[in-house]
C-alpha cells in the first residue's frame, strides 16, 4: 500500500500547535489505497514537544540531539516510509495565527475560503499572510 509521509520537526517551546496539526492530518481523505504516516521528530531529548502528540499506529515519534531543524528533519527522514514526503513544521501555524490575529487581510482571506479552494489558489495568495 503506498504511503505518504508528513515529516515534523519539533522542539520544546516550538510545538504551541502540534494538536491542530494532529487534527488536520487525521482528517486528511487520501486516495483509495493509501495510507498516511507521521513522523514526528524532535529536536532534543525533553520529550515534551513528544508527550503532546497523541500514540497512534500511523504516528512515529523520535527524539534526537539537539541541531535545528534540518538536523530533526534527517533524524526523522531515517525513519520515514513513505512513497511521498513532506514537510509540515509545527511552528508554521503560529505564523497564521499571529496574522489573523494582527488583522492581515491575506491571512483573513485564505481563513474565509474554502479549504478546497485554498490548494488552487495561487501560491503568491495562500503564502501572502507568512511575510
Same mark, same amino acid.
Do not use: F
Given at each position: 500500500m503506498p504511503t505518504i509521509t508528513v515529516l515534523t520537526p519539533v522542539h520544546e517551546g516550538g510545538y504551541a500547535c502540534i494538536r491542530e496539526l494532529h487534527d488536520c492530518l487525521r482528517g486528511q481523505r487520501l486516495p483509495a489505497h493509501w495510507q498516511l504516516e507521521w513522523v514526528v521528530q524532535e529536536d532534543g531529548r525533553t520529550r515534551t514537544p513528544l508527550e503532546a502528540v497523541?500514540?497512534?499506529?500511523?504516528?512515529?515519534?523520535?527524539?534526537? $540531539?539537539?541541531?535545528? +531543524?534540518?538536523?530533526?528533519?534527517?533524524?526523522g527522514l531515517a525513519r520515514a516510509t513513505g512513497t511521498l514526503? $513532506?514537510?509540515?513544521? +509545527?511552528?508554521t501555524w503560529e505564523h497564521h495565527d499571529r496574522a489573523i490575529a494582527a488583522g492581515h487581510p491575506a491571512a483573513i482571506r485564505y481563513e474565509e475560503m474554502p479549504v478546497p479552494d485554498r490548494w488552487s489558489a495561487p501560491m503568491k495568495d495562500r503564502l501572502a499572510w507568512a511575510r
Open positions: 497523541p500514540d497512534a499506529p500511523w504516528i512515529s515519534k523520535g527524539a534526537g $540531539r539537539w541541531g535545528g +531543524a534540518a538536523q530533526a528533519r534527517t533524524l514526503l $513532506r514537510c509540515a513544521d +509545527a511552528h
